[in-house]
């Protein structure tokens, strides 16, 4: 036995005892002694039963007080009674004669007797006898201790004053006339109403602040003031001398206001001495007892003003409302929530419910107070971690909460961890509410992947800002278009740029079901490359996404030309307004015409067939290729070249456009502008002109297709015939580009081919990460290969310049390395990007990385590291600023620590303006804290323009514009970024749950089977033959079926077209001084260069600062609108890459300011493989 309990285990019953047990179960015992033993015996008594019923029950104590209320009231209202019915000339005991006074002596019997008819008195006897009762029962129930010290509390000798004198009239019934104080019983019914209040609360669990109960509690002492004042003195005046002198209850109620409100008419007045002896004790007492409870009533205002109100649980019940819940409420954050979450129209009944710990500001008061805001917005204060708080803000009724995170803290991780608990306390308490939450660090996000909204801002903030290094004006793009305009900015402006970048800001992304859709509705069983261009070209919205009716399918993003839509698919689009709100007016102004318009269309739309206006559209769009071989042909004939005959050209085409030239053919007669397209003559539609190129501008040459534009096919072609034809026009194009991509490929040769690869980074930087299809080493550098200017024993540079990149590299300047950081990287080595336009990147940190983010990077080519800061002249050196493309500058955690909230900006607005006067030549882009510190970038006393933009940005401000910092010129062009921008994405994601994956995948954080990308495409000076901004989205559509969906364009000065006006009024000696200050900072840099051995012809003294050019942002620009030189393109290429060739001629991938020197050996640091295709 005793080795069993050392063992741990119990030893088996014996046999016989677990028999009985199966065969008796628990019934073996009961012979056996066992005591019952019975609990709260003491509650059986009938005294403790008592004083569970009447005290301690609080449902039960709360009936009864309301029942002792009651009955307080109603011998109030019965003394009332009593004084109306008085008759003064009947004044003696019950059953005696009355006694008559003369009319000049006072009648103090009147004081002692009244008139109390018998059915009065006996309702006044049964309330005494009740009250008595009660009384005796309650002193009985709570005697603890010394009884007179209950018997001579005040509560008390009101009580036995108003009921023991209506006993003893039973008893003897001439003292049924006896004067009895009762309307003394409203301090009593005061007394029952706080007890009351206190029990409500307990027994009902309702939420009343002290300040509702504050104000319940003065208003019934002042009204318990002002009765008692009334019926004393009514009741003094009783001794006044003769009948007129007396007061009726009227005059005693009108003479008791007018004098607490210190009127004193004078026009009544008390005419015995008691009666102004009780005046002036009860004005003394309201003088005392009034201030006291309006000073506790301020406190609690004032407490209630910095906790804020609770929200109505009947408004709930019948309004929607949403709850907005952060550390701090700060007014810029919720300015922009505000605006942008009311910018919808069907938002404008919902109310906005903000829930924070911390005390309003004065700033915030004075904001709450905006009449516009004041009956929407509710403010209070309190904890998300608390039940009662969210029970306050009627979390279970609302529509959605939106959890924010502060904007400018220094400890990110600790206002992330506060972040999560309130989204896992929000989701505890009301597990079916829509949650929004908004993170700062990546790493944090998987804590918080059940919320329906999650918008990581250091993610979206780096992809970004590598977006933007390769496509110039991602930023201002994105921000755009999550942002609600109404394309009305700029409208009044003279200038033509304001006027086009205002107008296309108004572009949003809608969504709607094809078959709904009026845009899209005509393009069932159409391709979508087709239903994108012909939807631009009829109605001037650019096609960017769809979605397919099936189960776990996603948005993709220009998905190419096999996607066929279905009346299913729900379309993504660009536009000024969503379709629900768009109106469409045909150009047959003829209301006859106009209504055979859209009968034949929903004709034609019932039956899945485009209508006869939409094939003339299709038609005209697919006729390029025709007029422009034909314009060829006429074209050569002054050179001796044979010219080709109409019929056969007709008949050469028919390969390619089949019917269609047919057509053409038979409507050339009736329409000139087509005749025009046949003949070659010029015509007055100057819109059918574009779609020839000018005379001279293409001549023939050996070897060398003419540029055309094919039509944009229906459906992919599964003509051999067809097949054949778009390969041999395209083939002569590729043959020429792959020549162009052998050239670039040379200067990337390596020794081992295998060593360059496709795949997942084998390291994920954080928990929760979505690896990314990249360009990817098989072997991983070693982790001393990616200090930048540190030699080890595989590599012996000491600065960028040493390395010899073929392209020029991107440096991106942060204080410390975080793990969102990575997502930098991601984007600028995806899969899809050519090897050869891989640029490196140098990541200048002022602190050392640590191991875990240097072995997530370290299976990326061409990525470095190296400690240094933006401020150091000699590090950015180091880093090869002059051989860098783009500077990124990061915004700094620790400049959070500002006194001046304002002034967290500072040291990176110093710096990088000390960056453009070096290196004026350099194209950096900087995240600021505050969005309307970007007028400092670049910043020049004497820069008229840029005060004239000041001056436009604050009549868009005045106007309630939600972006009126769009104008400023570093925004337009992309050169500045806040965290802030992007608070939208997620506000804008209660109306378009859509918005965050949309975004997403534009800016390559996701990837979605079968979904495209955005890149970016250049205009040069043999592609300005296309002419228009329409003929480059056919242009595309119909070979590498992209889509264009933006142009980042840039003017400059000297342009005789562009309306730019930049006057800079410098005179004679600042000029002087400003090529004396160039002189010194050339001079710098080269003593800098000289001492790192670096050759100062790298660095061009000469070079201009960027002041004349202005460059902006044109969203989904107009059909017709004109391109320009060195226009950037903003296009979304379909997954995987068609199987034609760029449309464009060859151009180099990459540019370089450095020149190379004439035999110069590149060496290739260990690591580096070969990038050709």
């Known amino acids: 036995m005793a080795e069993g309990l050392v063992d741990g285990t119990v030893p088996p019953l014996p046999p016989r005892y677990r028999f009985r047990d199966?065969?008796?179960?628990?019934?073996?015992?009961?012979?056996?002694?066992?005591?019952?033993?019975?609990?709260?015996?003491?509650?059986?008594?009938?005294?403790?039963?008592?004083?569970?019923?009447?005290?301690?029950?609080?449902?039960?104590?709360?009936?009864?007080?309301?029942?002792?209320?009651?009955?307080?009231?109603?011998?109030?209202?019965?003394?009332?009674?009593?004084?109306?019915?008085?008759?003064?000339?009947?004044?003696?005991?019950?059953?005696?004669?009355?006694?008559?006074?003369?009319?000049?002596?006072?009648?103090?019997?009147?004081?002692?007797?009244?008139?109390?008819?018998?059915?009065?008195?006996?309702?006044?006897?049964?309330?005494?006898?009740?009250?008595?009762?009660?009384?005796?029962?309650?002193?009985?129930?709570?005697?603890?201790?010394?009884?007179?010290?209950?018997?001579?509390?005040?509560?008390?000798?009101?009580?036995?004053?108003?009921?023991?004198?209506?006993?003893?009239?039973?008893?003897?019934?001439?003292?049924?006339?006896?004067?009895?104080?009762?309307?003394?019983?409203?301090?009593?019914?005061?007394?029952?109403?706080?007890?009351?209040?206190?029990?409500?609360?307990?027994?009902?669990?309702?939420?009343?602040?002290?300040?509702?109960?504050?104000?319940?509690?003065?208003?019934?002492?002042?009204?318990?003031?002002?009765?008692?004042?009334?019926?004393?003195?009514?009741?003094?005046?009783?001794?006044?001398?003769?009948?007129?002198?007396?007061?009726?209850?009227?005059?005693?109620?009108?003479?008791?206001?007018?004098?607490?409100?210190?009127?004193?008419?004078?026009?009544?007045?008390?005419?015995?001495?008691?009666?102004?002896?009780?005046?002036?004790?009860?004005?003394?007492?309201?003088?005392?007892?009034?201030?006291?409870q309006l000073e506790q009533l301020a406190f609690y205002l004032l407490e209630r003003q910095k906790q804020g109100a609770s929200y109505s649980k009947h408004r709930a019940a019948s309004e929607k409302h949403v709850v907005v819940c952060a550390t701090c409420i700060q007014a810029d954050l919720i300015m922009d929530f505000l605006n942008e979450f009311y910018a919808h129209p069907h938002l404008q009944d919902y109310f906005v419910v903000l829930l924070s710990p911390v005390e309003l500001d004065n700033t915030m008061r004075l904001l709450l107070q905006i009449p516009i805001w004041s009956q929407r917005v509710i403010y209070v204060q309190g904890s998300a971690l608390r039940d009662q708080d969210l029970q306050r803000v009627r979390m279970d009724d609302a529509e959605a909460c939106f959890i924010l995170s502060p904007r400018n803290v220094m400890d990110r991780h600790e206002a992330d961890q506060q972040t999560i608990l309130r989204t896992w306390a929000v989701k505890d308490f009301s597990p079916n509410l829509p949650i929004f939450v908004q993170i700062l660090k990546p790493e944090n996000m998987f804590h918080v992947k059940f919320a329906d909204h999650v918008v990581c801002e250091d993610e979206f903030k780096y992809a970004l800002l590598a977006n933007n290094c390769l496509t110039p004006g991602t930023s201002t793009f994105v921000t755009l278009l999550i942002h609600t305009l109404r394309g009305h900015e700029g409208s009044d402006s003279d200038s033509q740029w304001m006027r086009m970048y205002g107008r296309s800001s108004g572009n949003e992304v809608y969504h709607i079901t094809l078959g709904d859709s009026k845009f899209f509705g005509e393009f069932e069983n159409k391709s979508f490359i087709y239903a994108s261009f012909h939807a631009h070209k009829k109605y001037g919205v650019a096609l960017v996404g769809v979605k397919k009716d099936e189960e776990d399918s996603e948005i993709q993003l220009n998905p190419g030309p096999k996607h066929i839509m279905q009346a299913s698919d729900t379309c993504y689009y660009f536009n000024i307004t969503k379709e629900e709100n768009s109106a469409f007016i045909f150009a047959d102004s003829d209301p006859e015409k106009e209504r055979e318009h859209k009968r034949k269309d929903s004709k034609s739309s019932l039956h899945n067939e485009p209508s006869s206006s939409s094939k003339i559209h299709s038609i005209i769009a697919s006729v390029g290729t025709l007029a422009i071989e034909y314009y060829h042909h006429g074209a050569t004939r002054q050179h001796g070249a044979p010219t080709e005959s109409r019929s056969d050209l007709l008949s050469r085409q028919s390969q390619s456009q089949g019917s269609m030239a047919i057509e053409l053919q038979e409507r050339r007669a009736n329409d000139p502008a087509r005749e025009a397209l046949v003949t070659g003559k010029p015509s007055t539609s100057s819109g059918r002109n574009l779609l020839i190129p000018p005379a001279g501008e293409e001549e023939r040459v050996p070897g060398r297709r003419r540029p055309s534009i094919l039509?944009?096919?229906?459906?992919?072609?599964?003509?051999?015939?067809?097949?054949?034809?778009?390969?041999?026009?395209?083939?002569?194009?590729?043959?020429?580009?792959?020549?162009?991509?052998?050239?670039?490929?040379?200067?990337?040769?390596?020794?081992?081919?295998?060593?360059?690869?496709?795949?997942?980074?084998?390291?994920?930087?954080?928990?929760?990460?979505?690896?990314?299809?990249?360009?990817?080493?098989?072997?991983?550098?070693?982790?001393?290969c990616l200090e930048l200017d540190q030699p080890c024993s595989h590599s012996n540079h000491h600065c960028a310049r040493d390395y010899n990149w073929p392209n020029n590299s991107i440096i991106v300047a942060v204080e410390s390395t975080a793990p969102g950081l990575y997502n930098f990287i991601v984007p600028l080595r995806a899969h899809w990007r050519p090897k050869h336009t891989l640029k490196p990147i140098v990541i200048m940190v002022e602190k050392r990385p640590d191991t875990v983010f240097l072995e997530s990077i370290a299976a990326f080519p061409l990525v470095y590291y190296m400690i240094g800061s933006i401020e150091s002249l000699d590090d950015l050196l180091r880093a090869g600023i002059l051989q860098a493309d783009t500077v990124v500058v990061v915004d700094r955690e620790s400049?959070?620590?500002?006194?001046?909230?304002?002034?967290?900006?500072?040291?990176?607005?110093?710096?990088?303006?000390?960056?453009?006067?070096?290196?004026?030549?350099?194209?950096?882009?900087?995240?600021?804290?505050?969005?309307?510190?970007?007028?400092?970038?670049?910043?020049?006393?004497?820069?008229?323009?840029?005060?004239?933009?000041?001056?436009?940005?604050?009549?868009?401000?005045?106007?309630?514009?939600?972006?009126?910092?769009?104008?400023?010129?570093?925004?337009?062009?992309?050169?500045?970024?806040?965290?802030?921008?992007?608070?939208?994405?997620?506000?804008?994601?209660?109306?378009?749950?859509?918005?965050?994956?949309?975004?997403?995948?534009?800016?390559?954080?996701?990837?979605?089977?079968?979904?495209?990308?955005?890149?970016?495409?250049?205009?040069?000076?043999?592609?300005?033959?296309?002419?228009?901004?329409?003929?480059?989205?056919?242009?595309?559509?119909?070979?590498?079926?992209?889509?264009?969906?933006?142009?980042?364009?840039?003017?400059?000065?000297?342009?005789?077209?562009?309306?730019?006006?930049?006057?800079?009024?410098?005179?004679?000696?600042?000029?002087?001084?400003?090529?004396?200050?160039?002189?010194?900072?050339?001079?710098?840099?080269?003593?800098?260069?000289?001492?790192?051995?670096?050759?100062?012809?790298?660095?061009?003294?000469?070079?201009?600062?960027?002041?004349?050019?202005?460059?902006?942002?044109?969203?989904?620009?107009?059909?017709?609108?004109?391109?320009?030189?060195?226009?950037?393109?903003?296009?979304?290429?379909?997954?995987?890459?068609?199987?034609?060739?760029?449309?464009?001629?060859?151009?180099?991938?990459?540019?370089?300011?450095?020149?190379?020197?004439?035999?110069?050996?590149?060496?290739?640091?260990?690591?580096?493989?070969?990038?050709?295709?």
């Open 22 to 292: 199966l065969v008796l179960g628990d019934h073996y015992a009961e012979g056996e002694d066992r005591v019952r033993v019975e609990f709260y015996i003491n509650e059986r008594s009938f005294k403790e039963r008592l004083q569970l019923y009447f005290i301690k029950n609080q449902r039960s104590s709360l009936r009864i007080r309301v029942f002792n209320f009651f009955l307080m009231a109603v011998s109030c209202t019965l003394y009332c009674v009593r004084v109306i019915l008085d008759d003064h000339r009947h004044i003696a005991c019950h059953g005696c004669t009355p006694k008559n006074f003369s009319n000049t002596t006072e009648n103090w019997w009147g004081l002692l007797w009244v008139n109390r008819p018998v059915w009065l008195w006996a309702l006044q006897v049964s309330i005494a006898i009740i009250m008595l009762f009660q009384t005796v029962l309650m002193l009985y129930l709570q005697h603890k201790g010394n009884i007179c010290q209950q018997l001579m509390s005040i509560t008390r000798i009101l009580e036995f004053l108003n009921t023991i004198p209506f006993i003893i009239t039973l008893f003897w019934p001439p003292l049924r006339n006896l004067f009895i104080p009762v309307f003394l019983n409203c301090w009593l019914a005061h007394a029952i109403l706080k007890n009351m209040l206190n029990d409500l609360n307990r027994a009902l669990q309702k939420i009343q602040t002290a300040f509702s109960q504050q104000v319940i509690i003065l208003c019934s002492m002042l009204l318990c003031l002002i009765f008692t004042s009334i019926c004393g003195v009514e009741h003094l005046e009783r001794a006044a001398p003769g009948v007129d002198g007396k007061m009726n209850f009227f005059q005693a109620s009108y003479f008791v206001i007018v004098t607490f409100s210190t009127v004193g008419y004078g026009d009544i007045q008390v005419n015995v001495w008691p009666s102004q002896l009780f005046v002036a004790i009860m004005i003394i007492a309201a003088l005392v007892v009034i201030p006291i």
């Open 895 to 1173: 400049s959070k620590l500002a006194e001046e909230d304002y002034m967290a900006d500072a040291c990176q607005v110093v710096a990088v303006q000390t960056m453009f006067k070096l290196f004026p030549s350099s194209t950096i882009i900087t995240e600021l804290t505050h969005p309307s510190n970007m007028r400092f970038m670049q910043f020049r006393a004497k820069d008229y323009y840029a005060l004239k933009l000041a001056q436009k940005q604050k009549r868009e401000k005045e106007r309630g514009a939600n972006l009126s910092y769009m104008f400023r010129l570093p925004f337009a062009a992309g050169n500045v970024f806040t965290a802030s921008m992007l608070d939208t994405l997620l506000y804008q994601s209660f109306v378009k749950d859509y918005m965050i994956i949309f975004t997403r995948l534009l800016l390559g954080l996701d990837q979605a089977h079968g979904s495209g990308y955005l890149c970016e495409m250049k205009i040069t000076t043999d592609d300005l033959w296309i002419r228009t901004y329409g003929r480059l989205y056919q242009k595309l559509c119909s070979t590498t079926f992209e889509i264009p969906v933006g142009i980042y364009r840039t003017q400059m000065q000297s342009d005789s077209k562009s309306e730019l006006s930049v006057t800079i009024d410098d005179d004679d000696q600042s000029s002087t001084c400003l090529s004396e200050e160039r002189a010194a900072l050339a001079e710098l840099v080269r003593s800098k260069m000289k001492k790192l051995g670096l050759p100062e012809s790298d660095y061009d003294a000469e070079a201009t600062e960027k002041r004349s050019a202005l460059s902006y942002v044109l969203i989904n620009p107009g059909f017709d609108t004109k391109l320009e030189l060195d226009d950037v393109i903003f296009i979304i290429r379909p997954a995987g890459g068609p199987n034609a060739s760029s449309p464009m001629p060859p151009r180099r991938k990459y540019s370089t300011r450095r020149p190379k020197t004439e035999g110069e050996k590149r060496e290739e640091p260990q690591g580096s493989m070969d990038t050709r295709l």
């Open 711 to 784: 039509p944009v096919l229906e459906i992919m072609s599964s003509d051999p015939e067809d097949e054949e034809t778009g390969i041999t026009f395209t083939a002569e194009k590729v043959e020429t580009e792959v020549d162009g991509d052998i050239e670039d490929i040379k200067v990337w040769d390596a020794k081992n081919e295998s060593d360059w690869m496709k795949g997942y980074p084998p390291v994920a930087p954080y928990i929760g990460y979505t690896p990314m299809f990249s360009h990817l080493l098989a072997n991983p550098r070693k982790l001393c």
